[in-house]
Nanobody, 123 residues
Framework: VQLQASGGGLVQAGGSLRLSCRAS????????MGWFRQAPGKERDIVAT????????YYVESVKGRFTISRDNAKNTVYLQMSSLRPEDTAVYYC?????????????????WGQGTQVTVSS
């Protein structure tokens, strides 16, 4: 499975961006998905996850109420809608496909990773 992330860019604080991650394989619909981010000099951390059917989501505390993860299995795509962006959200954002239907909130348990898309929030 190949994952192609897109939608990053430069935005002012308070602005919005929508990230997309398209999978090359139709089996995408069987896998939980996650969005992670990595700022310079820091570890890659979880942002949000979504189960195979979109029935359950998880968000790290710092993005709750601002970010929304969703998926369209017919399009093999998972999204991350980001609003009220802050400078501390600046990072490279990665999508990843979990090994199973229910994703974990850590980097472990993910079989495939996208190439990353840069999000920069200016103050």
């Amino acid at each position: 499975v190949q994952l192609q992330a897109s939608g990053g860019g430069l935005v002012q604080a308070g602005g919005s961006l929508r990230l997309s991650c398209r999978a090359s394989d139709r089996t995408f619909g069987n896998n939980g998905m996650g969005w992670f981010r990595q700022a310079p000099g820091k570890e890659r951390d979880i942002v949000a996850t979504i189960t195979w059917n979109g029935g359950r989501t998880y968000y790290v505390e710092s993005v709750k109420g601002r970010f929304t993860i969703s998926r369209d299995n017919a399009k093999n795509t998972v999204y991350l809608q980001m609003s009220s962006l802050r400078p501390e959200d600046t990072a490279v954002y990665y999508c990843a496909a979990a090994r199973g239907a229910v994703p974990t909130p850590t980097t472990k348990g993910y079989s495939y990773w996208g190439q990353g898309t840069q999000v920069t929030v200016s103050s």
